[in-house]
């Protein structure tokens, strides 16, 4: 049996929980912000437990990896991956040429095949974390940029 299933979802607060105790600053809450095209989560087939979950979106108008987070006890699974590949999948379904992130992990992007970008040449798509304890200190996200094939 496979160990994984991955399904599109409109349950943003599932998806907004997993990515707030990600550290990832989102919100709380029951609707999705309108710059959210589709959301998908992995499950745990035996449970239904939330394995992973990642967004495609519309940012400062251009195509971007909104949110990824793997729960905390099954990092370094490969699961952050697989939800990558499914958003690349509906990039280029819809056409997409180049996806665009920004990163708090910015060297894992990196190790993924993400390109470094500069921030002033690049679409304003931070999201900032301004409650963030992390924010200047600890945490420098970038912008990256990913070319789809």
């Given at each position: 049996?496979?160990?994984?299933?991955?399904?599109?979802?409109?349950?943003?607060?599932?998806?907004?929980?997993?990515?707030?105790?990600?550290?990832?600053?989102?919100?709380?809450?029951?609707?999705?912000?309108?710059?959210?095209?589709?959301?998908?989560?992995?499950?745990?087939?035996?449970?239904?437990?939330?394995?992973?979950?990642?967004?495609?979106?519309?940012?400062?108008?251009?195509?971007?990896?909104?949110?990824?987070?793997?729960?905390?006890?099954?990092?370094?699974t490969g699961y952050g991956r697989v939800m990558q590949a499914v958003v690349f999948e509906?990039?280029?379904?819809?056409?997409?040429?180049?996806?665009?992130?920004?990163?708090?992990?910015?060297?894992?992007?990196?190790?993924?095949?993400?390109?470094?970008?500069?921030?002033?040449?690049?679409?304003?798509?931070?999201?900032?974390?301004?409650?963030?304890?992390?924010?200047?200190?600890?945490?420098?996200?970038?912008?990256?940029?990913?070319?789809?094939?």
């Amino acid at each position: 049996m496979k160990e994984y299933i991955i399904r599109e979802t409109d349950d943003f607060f599932a998806l907004s929980t997993l990515f707030h105790e990600s550290g990832m600053g989102v919100a709380i809450e029951e609707r999705k912000p309108d710059r959210v095209l589709k959301m998908w989560r992995m499950d745990d087939p035996q449970t239904g437990a939330l394995m992973a979950a990642s967004t495609l979106e519309i940012r400062d108008g251009v195509h971007t990896l909104g949110d990824i987070a793997v729960r905390k006890d099954l990092h370094r699974t490969g699961y952050g991956r697989v939800m990558q590949a499914v958003v690349f999948e509906e990039a280029r379904k819809r056409g997409v040429k180049e996806l665009w992130a920004c990163a708090k992990e910015p060297a894992y992007y990196m190790h993924c095949g993400w390109e470094k970008m500069d921030w002033d040449s690049s679409p304003n798509i931070a999201v900032y974390c301004t409650t963030c304890g992390k924010r200047g200190t600890i945490c420098q996200p970038e912008i990256m940029k990913y070319t789809l094939d």
